[in-house]
């Protein structure tokens, strides 16, 4: 069974985690709505974690932004990817689930995504109605999940980018 650490992302892993990314998810991700809400705001410092093997190669990443949905807040997890060489092995769960956990601990009260119910339905996420990603985005993969009790209850409106 192979060895891996996971720890917080630093600034020289960037360009190696956007290689990972540039190499699990199709050509021009960077037009998906989702990352206007990424442009120019920093990752949540903390949250972001790599997964690297034994001999220091990455094998996964995960990111979360800080967003507004209406007058809230709310964490937007992703991307998350693993290396195609270790897909299937946990990695990916590994991510999400720790990176919910340092959410909740950091007093974060909801998190969001835009991505497979089918997937990420296993950890907690389902579809929310009345919050508004930017277009074109399919609201059948719009999912949220509570980190606190009611998390987001009453939270409804557009998906905006982060002011404070
Ligand atoms: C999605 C991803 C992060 C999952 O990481 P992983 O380490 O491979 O996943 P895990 O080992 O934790 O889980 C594997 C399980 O998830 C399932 N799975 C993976 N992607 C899935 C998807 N898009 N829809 C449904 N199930 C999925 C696998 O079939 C497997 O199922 P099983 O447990 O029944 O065998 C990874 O496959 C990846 O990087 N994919 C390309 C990039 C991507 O699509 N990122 C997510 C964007 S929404």
């Not at 990314?21 to 960077?30: K, M, Q, S, T, V």
């Not at 932004?65 to 092995?89: F, I, K, N, R, Y």
């Not at 059948?140 to 409106?157: A, I, K, S």
């Amino acid at each position: 069974m192979q060895q891996f650490r996971i720890r917080p992302e630093e600034p020289g892993d960037w360009w190696e985690v956007e290689a990972l990314y540039d190499l699990c998810f199709a050509p021009g991700r960077e037009a998906l709505s989702s990352y206007r809400l990424r442009d120019d705001v920093p990752p949540v410092s903390g949250l972001s974690m790599v997964v690297r093997d034994a001999e220091e190669i990455l094998a996964g990443a995960i990111r979360f932004w800080p967003v507004h949905v209406g007058a809230s807040d709310a964490l937007l997890l992703g991307p998350v990817a693993v290396h195609p060489t270790h897909q299937g092995e946990g990695l990916g769960a590994f991510l999400i689930r720790e990176g919910i956990v340092a959410g909740r601990e950091m007093g974060w009260q909801r998190v969001m995504l835009v991505g497979d119910a089918p997937y990420y339905s296993r950890f907690g996420f389902s579809r929310l109605h009345g919050v508004e990603m930017p277009p074109p985005t399919n609201p059948e993969r719009v999912l949220g999940m509570d980190l606190t009790p009611g998390g987001w209850e009453n939270v409804r409106g557009a998906v905006t980018r982060w002011r404070k």
